[in-house]
């Protein structure tokens, strides 16, 4: 019986160019590229969670895209960047954890231990939903009985 | 000849007044408008928005509990265990309303609204089984319900039609002598890829000399478009809310009700139950949110506000005529609490079962809730989940330890998520309480935000339940085994359970008014046109999720009382 | 109609192919619009309460869908219990006004206003055609010839009812041939083994499509009027609205002569058009899987495992080929229209009776199919989909050579 080949379309992470000349905006979108692995991430999506890291993390948020945008302007792997010098960093490395989070589950953990999303807009895209085979609850993008059979994945 | 209702306008004059909007109370409002009476419906809560808000309600909410989706306009106006009086309290709900005086918490909660705790049920609808209603003949313990299987059997098929029930005929056919005398109105749900790995395992893999079966669950969910509603799309999140009106709630019986001219009075707390000289009970008093006061006067009044309410009203409508409180001679009102109570394993599955999709359940495991062993110990129903760890907050934990605890990210993220979550798996039980006098609902001294006295409950398991829970366990971890599934934990203390959100008992039905608060038509035994529906009739409570038995008596309780109101004609002189 | 004269065995039997084009055709342009649905939230043009309601139709669509291939697998039984074969073939996408009497076309449009408003004219009841836009079509006079008088799909069932039960010793069929729910997920599904059970199939699929005088509601006719109702309401509401991708109509990999449909539009983004090439041979394959499943003659180990293969690719592989289709440009313009799955069918030859051909016939083709799957998914213009659809090929190609080298050896 033949072995599931792994397949050759695992996508590399493009190198981040040119952060230096660029805002914190930008920073952040292409930071958060390189956390999630996703391809491409809405430009709305990108706007309010930025907005809502920065109401969290106000200064860590900026020293964070800071060191990104210094190590990976040199043409640095950005992966190997997060790896090493970011998720080691004291300071630095909770920072990416809340923003990696944000993306996941849309939302920020408050001092309840609850995940605090701004909206059902961000709860519905939050990335974990498709990461694991589903999709957000309420929001099925399933015929009835689709349960039945493997997940898309 | 009534004597109260003299002062009492036209309007608010009733063939039939019911308390309570919920799937009791609905379906009896429905059977009496369809036959052209006049009915009035008197809820405590509110309508409360329309779906998609509710839905964007819970999608937006920090706590996604119970009922978050249900918050009322007015929170202070209709406390409850699911509500409080103060949004950001949601989470202590329970205990700010219930007077928790047990050893143990009683931890089963409820919502007030129209349409009641349906809109957050998971829709199962397995009936009571025979011996369920015999267990002191059968087994010599608790009581005997004063009807039996047969008796409620074809009320069982009406209230299958009524709600919508899909199952498998075959499969459920005489499942511990339940005979059925209809095939089930819809196909059942089809079970989940999870569902299919356990029942081939467990066909392959025989636990203490059986082979376990895996049935589906009948469920008031739609295989297919029903009664103008849709078919279920797997929207996953039946508890708290479906989406697309798939899963039934009793808003459903509640606006058909309404379309065949019954009133609806919402926002309306009933207050008390007038006892006239003659032991009847005609007069209803209700305060609206707004304070202002109300009353209505039925020929026959029903009373079907959960089984903590209607002893609570019950109890609250104590005076001169009635010093133990409405139809309270037996002292059984808001006696012999039951709930069920259940234990989850959760497991880690050795091949991807990909949950999070589809119903949170859909099968489950019925051999276990009958059986000699009921002599002794508590029988239980098993189910499994399609879920995951939802209950140990997956995926969110998940996703949150895999990043924080071990600095994953990007693709090896994903995959490490993929893996693990794909495989999560849970199988649970759901053992039964036997009725004690000890465990029950009263009045408390303390008053809840809008000045009505609280629940004060008293609730302890006993042996017999606890015994329940060891078989259950080694049950459930031979089953694991059986799909090659490795528990996270299993917690064998049997104080730890969590309430099923079936509560029952507080308004026994029996032949003997000594001992019991209705009789077989859920007519009060002191009050011969006072009737009480709902779960808190229940004698016993078996293992079956209650609402189809619950829907199955009220459906017989309203052709009773189309018997009965000849005797309770209008007063001399009113207007019709 | 001249209901005298019993229909013969063959016009019964080709009504029945024409049944089995309509249900075929039918399912396609449901699965069409329902894939051209969106599926996350896109500012004003689709806020999130509004893509509740868009997943609700998606599911709705797929559920009728569902119901039309139950259809035409029941129409599939009728036919070999009558003496034939199951007939999968139809035009392609899109059809011709004139090709059945029913004067409507069939065609591959995004779900929108027409979309719906032809989906409520294919289910409308024949006493309720009068009240439909398109009335003045639909109400042409019958014509004497039994096989071209219906101006229904009701009609079409009630015809070939009638010649059943009035053909001396119709039911000729095996038993044994019968497709039941042993074999494929179709829980409804009627094995036609004398008249009754032929009425009992005809009737399931009238009343699901029709419905009857008092059950309107849960019927396809009911639904699609609700959704129509539902959308005009939401385009009132929000005058952005926009619940489908800007798909082409009648989107084709190729619109030669060959390929028989010279008035669809053909893909001309190079990439887009590998997909959908990609779509149409896994869709080819699937059908001739069930094809097999449903003749009377196959090895009843392979009818399982090729039935439930088939089922396991239209859920897991096709639909989200087809919804990444909806979303994949169509030409080379930036902000230009989308493409959609084809439905696009070419000649090809049924599986052949004997196991071990038809299994190796699958399992290659299946194999070249994974091939091109895990190429496009390499592509840089490839979207992330596209690398889940070649992981779910993977596995399933793998199940099915597991599946067909136990069934070899059996």
Known sequence: ?153 | MPASNGKISAKDTFDVVIIGAGVAGALVACVLAQKSLRVLLLEAGETGGNREDLVLRYAAATFKGLGVAYAASDPSKIPGPEQPADPKDIKQARDLYYDQQGTEKYLSTYERRVGGSTWHWLGHTPRNLPNDFRLKTEYNVGVDWPLGYADLEPWYCKAETELGVAGDDAEWQGVHGAFRSAPFPMPKIWPSWSDLQFSRALKATPIDGLILEVLSTPSARNSQAYDGRPPCAGNASCVPICPIGAKYDASVHVKKAVANNAELRERSVVSKLEVDSDQTIHLVRYRKWDGTPGSAWGRIVVLAANAIESPKLLLLSKGDAVPNGVANSSDQVGRNLMDHLQKAVLATSSKPVFPFRGPPSTSGIEVFRDGRFRERRGAFRMSVGNDGWSRAGSPFTDVANLVENQGLFGQELRERLFHDVSRQVRVSCSVEVLPNPDNRVQLSPLLDASGVPRPQIHFATDDYTRSGFGPALDVMSAILRAIDAVPTSIDRNPLNYTGAGHIMGTCRMGFDRTLSVVDADCRAHDHRNLYIVGSSTFPTCGTANPTITIAALALRAANNILATLPQFPMPAGSAK | MNSDAAITRSTLLKLLTEACELEHGLACSYLYAAMTLRQQPDGKKLPADQLLLVRQWASQLYFVASQEMLHLAQAWNLLTALGGTPYYLRPNFPQNTKYYPLHMRLALEPFGERSLDRFVGYETPANLLKEHSFAAELIKPRSADATNSFRTVGELYDLIEEGIAKLANAIVGEPSAQVGTDLVDFPDIVRVVDLDSARKAIHLITHQGEGNETDRADCHFGIFVKLRGDLLEQQKRNPEFSPAHPTILNPAVDTSEGYGAPHATRIENNHTRRVASLFDGLYSLMLRMLGYTFSPCGSSELRQMLGQSAIMLMATVLKPLGETLTSLPATDKPDGPTAGPPFGLTRHVTLPVDAASARTLVTERLQELTTMASEIASDPAAPDSMARIETTMLRVRDMVEALAIRAAGT
């Open chain 1, 1 to 153: 019986m033949s072995k599931h080949k792994k397949s050759d379309s695992q996508k590399k992470t493009q190198p981040v160019k040119g952060l230096i000349n660029v805002g914190p905006a930008e920073t952040f979108h292409q930071l958060s590229l390189v956390l999630t692995a996703a391809r491409v991430l809405p430009s709305d999506l990108v706007k309010a969670h930025f907005k809502h890291a920065e109401d969290e993390l106000g200064s860590k948020l900026t020293a964070l895209l800071d060191r990104f945008a210094t190590l990976t302007g040199n043409g640095r792997d950005p992966v190997e960047v997060i790896r090493e010098e970011i998720l080691t960093d004291a300071n630095l490395g909770p920072a990416a954890k809340t923003v990696l989070l944000l993306w996941y589950i849309g939302g920020i953990r408050n001092a309840a231990g609850d995940w605090a999303v701004q909206s059902a807009d961000h709860y519905y895209r939050g990335l974990v939903w498709d990461a694991i085979g589903a999709h957000p609850p309420t929001l099925s993008n399933g015929y009835y009985g689709h349960w039945k059979y493997p997940a898309e994945r």
